[in-house]
């Protein structure tokens, strides 16, 4: 059971769209991690957010914790095909992750 | 940075037979590791978190009995499939805390049993 809750599961795009994709959970974050992962690897973590609201930028990625620390967003822009892989968030306290987000974009 | 090396990166044994993956920490001291096993288009799921020198804390769900894991030093944990089967085929990744909020991940196993 996914105690995070991650959407969409799926999400297919061109080049040059925007998106963004969600993480949610019924309990407070203390800290949430985003990382993407690539078919036969390890996922490479992307970012660590730790305060509520705050805003995190990494080049074409925007993440942003929500104020009551139980959601978090990754925004896209200009997505590229070398942004497909697959999306994960994931918490710190214990390690557990979302069921993901499998983006694709197409060229 | 923090590397964590995880072998083999893929094997193939017969059913009935047991297999062990290891995971080295590099120039870092891993006093805890998490196991995670990830089934095809699906996320890591959690098995277990081993910390050096004690017994692994199993996830409810994981038989300890069939994955057996040792973390006997600060920088080599090890996950033992026994008696594999079939549907034990997946891709095993494991992953060191290298600090607050830094973790690193091995390159993941990827087990196939026939």
């Known amino acids: 059971t996914q105690l995070l809750e991650q959407s969409p599961q799926f999400l297919s795009i061109q080049e040059g769209e925007n998106l963004t994709v969600y993480c949610n959970s019924s309990?407070?974050?203390?800290?949430l991690q985003w990382y993407r992962q690539e078919p036969g690897e390890g996922p490479v973590l992307l970012v660590t957010?730790?305060?509520?609201?705050e805003v995190k930028k990494l080049k074409r990625l925007t993440f942003q914790f929500g104020d009551a620390r139980k959601d978090s967003s990754l925004h896209i822009t200009a997505a590229q095909p070398g942004d497909t892989g697959l999306y994960l968030c994931a918490r710190n306290n214990d390690m557990r992750f979302g069921a993901g987000t499998r983006l694709t974009v197409k060229p | 940075g923090a590397v964590v090396s995880q072998h083999p990166s893929w094997v193939i044994c017969k059913s009935g037979t047991s297999v062990k993956i290891e995971c080295r920490s590099l120039?870092?001291?891993?006093?805890?590791m998490f196991w995670y096993r990830q089934f095809p288009k699906q996320s890591l799921m959690l098995m277990a978190t081993s910390n050096e020198g004690s017994k692994a804390t199993y996830e409810q769900g994981v038989e300890k009995d069939k994955f057996l894991i040792n973390h006997a030093s600060l920088t080599l944990s090890t996950l033992t499939v026994t008696s594999a089967h079939p549907e034990d085929s997946s891709f095993y990744i494991c992953?060191?805390?290298?600090?607050?909020?830094?973790?690193?991940f091995g390159s993941g196993t990827r087990l196939t049993v026939v």
């Open positions: 120039d870092f001291q891993a006093t805890t």
């Open positions: 992953s060191g805390i290298t600090g607050a909020y830094g973790y690193t």
């Open positions: 309990s407070v974050f203390s800290s």
């Open positions: 957010v730790v305060t509520g609201g």
